[in-house]
């Protein structure tokens, strides 16, 4: 029996070695040496006894202080193991998770991921390059939509009738008169000034909707992201409102309801909608486009008119005939 004791305990022994042993991975940390006994501290040892450790054997073994009997690539290694402990231990989130890995040999697939995802993780905050970046998509929104603006303005102030209604309001509010009044004028500068005026009414008095509008601060992704809880809390009261207004009460359908329907049944993105002109949406009204049934069948006849359409098309035609032949011929219709 006292042999069979002592055989046990010899074996329980030699497992706690073997499982310390395997808690020290090659690659990982310090490798199969312990970072406390590299620096020949404790786990119990402050961050400062650490770091104080630390620089004593720094002077010690610095490549350039060791004697011509140790080689270069010996004293580098050397340091090399004393600078990887410090940087481990010095860094309490880092400490951590060696200690974790001591004291928890079995996870071994954990410990590979604690450690490289520790190590590859940008040193920058990353909710630092979340702002960066939002910061740069807003700008970059709200840039693209003062570009839409003005290319939509710049286009209506070459067509000739919104000139010409442009250029009666001005004579009616009396803006060319403030301007031309002035004299000792060349001919350019005048006209300089009255597309500026023109441009100017046209800004003021066209009403520009969907992609092409004005652009609002509000509208860009930073302001969205800040007001994206109360615009949850308005979405969520919403439909608890309709829920009971239209399904349990069975109340009908109001104005801006019936939009709501059209819209959605029709698949139109806000700016298509907001596009859309007043005689439009009074005609979807009409039509009574809010009944699902309704607004599939007016899609699917409006989609055979643009088929028919494009059947009749002279170019349209040259085009599938372009397609039938192949890509070694082409055509061009100048009519």
Partial sequence: MKIKSHLFIVIFYVFLNVCYVHSLVEGLYCGVENCYDVLGVTRESSKSAIGKAYRNLAKKLHP??????????????????IATAYEI?????SREDYDY????????????YRYYRRRTAPNVDIRLILAVCITIISGIQYYSAWDRYETAIKYLTTVQKYRIHATEIAKKEGLFNESTNKKSKDKSKEKEEKEQIIRKVIEEKMDIRGGYSKPDWKQVLWFQLIILPYTIYQYVKW???????FNIRKEEYG???????IKK????????????????REEYLELGLWE?????????EKEEELKRELSQSARHKAYRRYLK?????????DS
């Fill in 64 to 81: 350039d202080v060791q004697g011509a009997d140790v080689s270069k690539e010996e004293a580098e290694k050397n340091f090399r193991r």
């Fill in 89 to 93: 231990l010095s860094d309490n989130a």
């Fill in 101 to 112: 890995m001591v004291d928890n040999p079995e996870e071994m697939y954990m410990h590979y």
């Fill in 239 to 245: 439909y608890i409102i309709w829920i009971y207004k």
């Fill in 255 to 261: 104005e801006e309801e019936k939009l709501y329907l």
């Fill in 265 to 280: 049944h029709l698949k139109l993105s806000r700016l298509e909608f907001d596009a859309l002109e007043d005689h439009t």
């Fill in 292 to 300: 699902k049934s309704k607004a599939l069948e007016w899609k699917a």
């Fill in 325 to 333: 032949k192949g890509t070694g011929r082409l055509t061009f219709d």
